[in-house]
Nanobody
Framework: QVQLVESGGGLVQAGGSLRLSCAAS????????MGWFRQAPGKEREFVAA????????YYADSVKGRFTISRDNAKNTVYLQMNSLKPEDTAVYYC???????????????WGQGTQVTVSS
């Protein structure tokens, strides 16, 4: 089992920045691809970004490409999501996810965190 705990959410004005963190425990962190998803009110959960176990490969949804950056620190068992130029439509609960498969972490991850709320005011 992998336990994931997100932090760093909050309220920010449009154009501002936030950095989300996700601390992992329970298994060897460097064996897992990591991802971020989000779910806005009344909408389905959607993929945001993913990073390979080594950190050498990243992938982003078109809606956040160029504004968000995913990174990881395997020594700290933590994955980050740096969010810049935030827009009101980025408002959602953001979830951290993990899977041993990079493809699976983009589509149907095995492990999920509880989520952290991000609200962007206009």
């Amino acid at each position: 089992q992998v336990q994931l705990v997100e932090s760093g959410g909050g309220l920010v004005q449009a154009g501002g920045s936030l950095r989300l963190s996700c601390a992992a425990s329970g298994r060897t962190f460097s064996n897992y691809a990591m991802g971020w998803f989000r779910q806005a009110p009344g909408k389905e959960r959607e993929f945001v970004a993913a990073i390979s176990p080594s950190g050498g490969t990243t992938y982003y949804a078109d809606s956040v490409k160029g504004r968000f950056t995913i990174s990881r620190d395997n020594a700290k068992n933590t994955v980050y999501l740096q969010m810049n130029s935030l827009k009101p439509e980025d408002t959602a609960v953001y979830y951290c996810a993990a899977d041993t498969s990079y493809i699976a972490v983009i589509q149907t991850p095995n492990y999920w965190g509880q989520g952290t709320q991000v609200t962007v005011s206009s």
